[in-house]
């Protein structure tokens, strides 16, 4: 007797449309790959679940995007349907993309193909200069709070976006920030001093900039909040700004001058890079 296909309903899911929970994309086409995979083995969710040792919840779930699934249940999944390596291959690409915010992941591509980048903060130290403490320490503070293996999976992405500084041939990396961002002692004055110290390492790299804008600053170009600038290998200009839970990345032409303005004056109102490395040390001093 065939089995009956099982849809899952998630929390916030109901009669009310404005409340419904979107699927990740890249959940998604992970979903469609099983799906299909399954179907091509001739098997129902009922038949699939016992095959591999999970309910016929968790694997709609899946097929539909709305639940990750576990390292066993991918090669679990590729064994039994005999895929060719197609959902271990879905599963790495679902990886690679795993950590990233589904409104930062255009900007994090256009990262990779990145010669110059610019980058304005006042809220946070820029993730490509993070430390693994202090990223945890900024994620674990901003509500609702993640789950241990979400929270891992945003620092592991953001760590390894940070290769980007080191990769040759160089890419060239501008950073400016508040100084209220490193005074307010994320995570508490030993994560601080490991921040500082990294951030004056970082500093060091033939291609990095790092430049800080003084708390007393009667001349502030960047009161309309922060934003970034990246130039492609292709020489084509890309802006992005970022809010509570959006992003958006900026093609415009007359939107991405506006942002080079902006950046053009901040860089002469904030300290240069010389006069910022002492800040730092002044602050590092404090602790």
Request: hydrophobic share 35%; proline share 6%.
């Amino acid at each position: 007797m065939m089995g009956r296909e099982v849809t899952v309903m998630t929390a916030g899911e109901g009669s009310n449309g404005d409340n419904q929970v979107e699927p990740d994309p890249d959940l998604r086409n992970f979903g469609e790959v099983l799906k299909a995979s399954r179907k091509r083995a001739g098997l129902t969710q009922e038949q699939f679940g016992p095959k591999v040792g999970y309910s016929v919840q968790y694997v709609a779930s899946v097929e539909q995007g709305r639940r990750h699934p576990s390292v066993r249940f991918v090669s679990k999944a590729e064994e039994v349907l005999d895929a060719f390596g197609v959902i271990q291959i879905a599963a790495k690409q679902l990886t690679r993309r795993r950590g990233l915010a589904s409104w930062f992941r255009r900007w994090a591509e256009l990262e990779e193909v990145a010669v110059a980048l610019s980058t304005y903060e006042c809220r946070v130290v820029p993730g490509l200069l993070q430390t693994e403490a202090y990223a945890r320490a900024q994620i674990q503070n901003v509500p609702p709070m993640p789950t241990i293996q979400e929270a891992d999976d945003r620092i592991a992405r953001r760590l390894e976006r940070q290769e980007l500084l080191t990769r040759t041939p160089y890419a060239s990396f501008s950073f400016i920030i508040e100084q209220a961002v490193i005074e307010r002692q994320t995570g508490g004055p030993a994560v601080s001093l490991e921040l500082i110290d990294h951030l004056l390492g970082c500093a060091r790299l033939p291609n990095v900039d790092v430049q800080i804008m003084p708390t007393v600053s009667p001349e502030h170009s960047g009161t309309d909040g922060p934003f970034q600038l990246l130039e492609t290998q292709e020489n084509e200009w890309w802006g992005y700004s970022e809010g509570q839970k959006t992003g958006r990345v900026i093609s415009d032409p007359k939107a991405v001058s506006s942002l080079h303005q902006r950046y053009a004056k901040l860089r002469i109102q904030a300290l240069n890079p010389t006069d910022s490395a002492g800040l730092l040390m002044r602050l590092r001093g404090s602790l």
